[in-house]
């Protein structure tokens, strides 16, 4: 393995991109909306931004710590640095997350091509709301036209991945992010002209304490993990490449503040459209699927022309992000297979393809044929959804926080987080704080809570 050889991201900019592109992804605009609607909007958001802020930031810079300072990706990184003692695992366990999430995700992430191609063709015109539950369910359970769509997804995926680090991955960001800027903010703006939009903002704004409790606070963890793509290694992966001037805390910075601001702007899309036609805010995972293309319909019924660019832009941005985030959960994968087998990465990325692809089709068809196997009271889907968002990366997050908390040199954490001692960042000091006492404690708190032994 030739490390010192490790392709970096070409610019900083870049560098930013690609991170956020991670970050930002349907977590941010169909999962955060759903979670925020079921567990009572303001005071969810809240506690999901204490989260981002004191958790998850922190948490962001040690995995860059640990991908930087192992120049491997994660499931080789805690190898390395640990000089094989058991926490490898970790990096090990990152890379089956990460995996897992591939699988489902992409099926979600299927589905928006399903929606762009019946938004181009003009079908949701006329249709009325029970007919846009009808047409939701009979496409998600169908057992082959889900599949034709993840199977494109997972192969443009698939292509980037294998065009390489700086002409694929770095690249692709650098194009796709900036069109999906622009078109959360025109989306947000529409949402907010529409009459009685007032209603949604204030379900984002007003607090309401009376629904907090403790999976309101797990939910809220889980939530800001998944959308920061904290816990499986995606960022220490990508963290390989940064370069020796690469701020770590800029970069974390900017990729917290990033996906917070198109997850917010997710809900002023979403809300005060919602609310603005009469749709219930608590729809759980079909919310964008089902309210979105409807409330178009209505929101626009004289303006037809609208509804349709608005639909197909709206589904567009849901592909777009979706589409940088399957490349960094892929990524961690074919990494872990090119640095630990070394496998050539075309190889190793049509290995985890593949295998993607599997999980993805046993994911839908769970929603559809095969619902009634279920493990723990789930579907298939839904199960790797909880397991993976709620346990594993949180799970993996204490166990990062341990990691670069106590088990590595406390200068050498220093000395990647300043640069090899060129820049002076005064936050040091709260940082460790937090990643050695606040980050573990905090997360297992929240976890006892949940099950209900706190
Ligand atoms: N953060 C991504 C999103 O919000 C999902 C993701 C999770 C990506 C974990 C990579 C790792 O959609």
């Known amino acids: 393995m030739h490390h010192n050889e490790r392709v970096n991201f070409g610019s900083k900019i870049g560098t930013i991109l690609v991170a956020a592109g991670s970050a930002v992804g349907l977590g941010n605009i169909w999962r955060f909306p759903y979670e925020a609607g079921n567990h009572g909007g303001a005071a969810f958001i809240l506690i999901y931004l204490a989260c981002v802020f004191i958790l998850g930031l922190p948490i962001v810079i040690a995995e860059f710590v640990i991908g930087r300072r192992a120049k491997a990706s994660t499931g080789e990184a805690f190898n390395i640095l640990s000089g094989g003692k058991p926490w490898k695992w970790v990096g090990y366990l990152g890379v089956l997350t990460g995996f897992m999430i591939l699988g489902y995700y992409s099926v979600v992430a299927g589905w928006t091509l399903e929606y762009i ?18 047409m939701f369910q009979e496409f998600s359970t169908h057992p082959l036209r889900p599949l034709l769509w993840l199977f494109l997804f997972v192969l ?3 292509f980037v991945i294998v065009k390489g680090v700086q002409k694929g991955i770095e690249r692709s960001s650098k194009m796709m992010m900036p069109v999906l800027f622009i078109l959360v903010v025109v989306l947000a703006v529409c949402s907010i002209m529409l009459p009685n939009s007032e209603k949604g903002i204030s379900f984002l704004l007003k607090l309401d304490f009376s629904k907090v409790n403790s ?14 793509s904290i816990g499986m290694g995606c960022l220490s992966t ?63 019924s004289d303006l037809p022309i609208l509804a349709y660019t608005c639909s197909v832009l ?21 990494a872990f297979l090119h640095d630990k087998f070394s496998l050539p990465r075309k190889q190793a990325a049509c290995f985890i393809t593949g295998g993607s692809f599997l999980i993805g089709v046993v994911s839908s068809l769970a929603l559809g044929d095969w619902s009634d196997y279920t493990i723990a009271g789930m579907n298939f889907f839904d199960a790797l959804d909880y397991f993976t968002a709620k346990i594993m990366l949180p799970l993996c997050g204490i166990l990062v926080a341990l990691f670069v908390g106590w088990y590595l040199k406390p200068e050498d954490v220093k000395d990647e987080v300043t640069n090899y001692g060129t820049l002076r960042e005064r936050f040091f000091p709260v940082f460790f704080l937090i990643i050695r006492y606040i980050a573990p404690v905090g997360i297992f708190l929240i976890f006892m809570n949940e099950l209900g032994l706190l």
């Open 117 to 134: 191609y019946q938004a181009l063709s003009g079908t949701f015109f006329g249709k009325s709301s029970s007919e846009f539950i009808q």
């Open 156 to 158: 443009a995926t698939h």
């Open 215 to 228: 999976e309101v606070f797990l939910g809220a963890m889980g939530q800001a993990f998944f959308s920061m």
């Open 238 to 300: 990508y963290a390989s490449y940064f370069s020796r001037t690469t701020r770590l805390s800029h970069t974390a910075i900017s990729v917290g503040l990033i996906d917070t601001f198109v997850a917010v702007l997710a809900g002023l899309i979403i809300f005060p459209a919602a609310f603005s036609v009469g749709v219930n805010p608590d729809a759980g995972p079909s919310l964008i699927f089902i309210t979105l293309p409807n409330v178009f319909q209505q929101a626009f």
């Open 314 to 334: 709206f589904y567009g941005l849901l592909a777009l992000a979706a589409l940088t985030s399957t490349i960094s959960l892929h990524e961690v994968s074919t």
